[in-house]
């Protein structure tokens, strides 16, 4: 806080202001006329943002606002000679304002965290050998970086040759993973291997970490539903009170004859008490502070309303490969010829899917030869991939090919099976298998016993989208589905007018993400999927995203908290002062006391709370310790 202060012109003003009171109380005691000014001095110092935000709202926007209402109580209060209260009012009412701007900027650290992990450096590789260092924005497509060993890497990439990269930052796996040449590298990640070159693919602007931030600060700017309509009722209310406050000032002068210095005063509380300062921060606090606490923990929430509305999810939707699996597939099994082996390369490197990038990774390391000239290679949409009399893809793709029974034993397995066929004649197979994440694992569990049924969508075979649906406590499977048939089930879940979520990595979840109530996305898939998606899930722990569940159910009920607490205590202060119990300091102490708690309530979704883990009998505990070892 003391930094903040130090940095922050309001902050600075408000210690002035303070000290300035100070002075005032201090010479009033000691029954000095000096006090006045200085009195006069804390008003204009703790009343200048105030007075700015007033004056903006009313006079550009046409909505009167909060500010308005304190700075007319300050200077009625000055008027009638009460300038201690009229700085006293304004004191609390800036304290709560910087209060309110430092939640905001803490909630705003996790970019500057995420942005830390980048440097701002780069060591650039010229045409003449020379090596400069300069600006990692600075960078351009087709430069060549070099990146020393435990260095992190400053830009999006491809690598020159072998390295070795520990990619927690982005993916929360700690384990180092190998890199080929000609490999995609990201920004952010940490060279654990000997040094390497990086030819830049992408701007500094377009990196995966710079998309991350700009997300984050997307979803800071985004207010959520109960937000929007505060605002729109603060103008309402606040254009009502400045009615109200004459024709009560009016109606004791008149009607109950007091004097109208009694009745001037009398107004000035209602005017202060009055004020929605505890209702407009009930909401904006809190969910910053929770959109901050999920991006600190690796969910990022596109926007305030994405994380109110996350907490009434009802069915939840998750492909499998990637998501549930780890989606690092390995080969465990296969039959094919060496001739038939380097058409399948060649067209398997065609392809980003974990199943087609495993194949290649398994018979490069064989050292087969790849063909020198191929025909044109085509996709079978969401089934395979075909190159002249060659075709690759799903069992299902073969069920009337001769000779499927040969290869019937492998399809039968929980492996994924790659079927090739030359014409319409089964020549071989290649079996994979994926690992499960225990974190999806314990997760589903979680999401289930809360309430929430969770159904696997994938287009994989039924058999084993059935065995990891087991595996992990799935009951409801839907396998060997094409990216619009996953669409179909968001669509009619929706029809029921229940929240819907859905989860995915690939491209071909793009379209169901983008239909769901609530897409979310795991940051190590596509970029595809994680723009059409409201939630992304950037170091890939799926038990991070229930927490981020809970976090937004204690959204909800934090905001529930604050706002009948500030509605409470308006009403109350406004009671008191129409029965004349209730004087301007006392007001001013009570009303803006309320605003400095709702903000500190909100402040608490800043912390880490932990979630309680739902029991697991044991059987299921053996489950997920089994689940370590390769399965499908």
Known sequence: MLNYLKTNREGQFLV????????????????????????????????????????????????????????????????????????????????????????????????????????????????????????????????????????????????????????????????????????????????????????????????????????????????????????????????????????FIIGLFFLQELSWQDAFYRGLVLLTVASPCALVASITPATLSAISNGAKNGILFKGGKVMERFGELKTLYTDKTGTLTQGEFSVTDYELADDYISALIYMEQQSNHPIAQAIVAHFQSEHIDLPTESDQIEEIAGAGLKMGNITVGKPDLFKQSTGIETVQAAIDSTDTTVIIAEHDRIVGYVNLADKIRVSSQEAVQQFQAAGIEVVLLTGDQQRVAEAVATDIGITKTHAELLPEDKMNFIQSSQSSNEVVGMIGDGINDAPALAHADIGIAMGSGSQAAMESADIVIVKNDFQKLFNSYRLSQRLDKIIKQNLFFAIGVIITLITLNILGWLDLPLGVVFHEVSTILVILNGLRLLRNSSTAAVKINDTAQSTADESETVTQ
């Open 16 to 247: 002035i202001g303070i000290l300035l009171t100070v002075l005032g109380f201090s010479l009033s005691i000691m029954d000095l006329t000096s006090s006045h000014w200085a009195f006069y001095g804390a008003i204009v110092f703790l009343g200048f943002y105030a007075a700015k935000e007033a004056l903006v709202e009313t006079f550009k926007h046409k909505a009167p606002n909060d500010a308005l209402l304190m700075i007319l109580s300050a200077l009625g209060a000055t008027l009638i000679q009460y300038e201690s209260e009229g700085a006293v009012l304004l004191l609390i009412f800036a304290g709560a304002e910087v209060l309110e701007d430092y939640v905001t900027d803490k909630a705003t650290d996790s970019i500057s965290e995420l942005m830390s992990s980048v440097p701002n450096q780069a060591h650039i590789m010229r045409e003449n050998g020379k090596v400069d260092r300069v600006p990692t924005d600075s960078l351009a497509i087709g430069d060549t970086v070099i990146v020393q060993k435990g260095a992190q890497l400053p830009i999006d990439g491809t690598i020159d040759r072998q390295a070795v990269l520990n990619e927690s930052a982005l993916t929360g796996e700690s384990i180092p993973v190998e890199k080929s040449s000609g490999d995609m590298v990201y920004a952010g990640t940490l060279n654990e291997g000997d040094v390497f070159y990086l030819t830049v693919t992408q701007t500094s602007n377009d990196t995966i970490f710079s998309n991350i931030i700009h997300m984050v600060e997307q979803a800071q700017q985004q207010p959520s539903k109960k937000a929007r309509w505060i605002d729109t009722f603060e103008s309402y209310y606040v254009t009502g009170v400045l009615i109200a406050v004459p024709l």
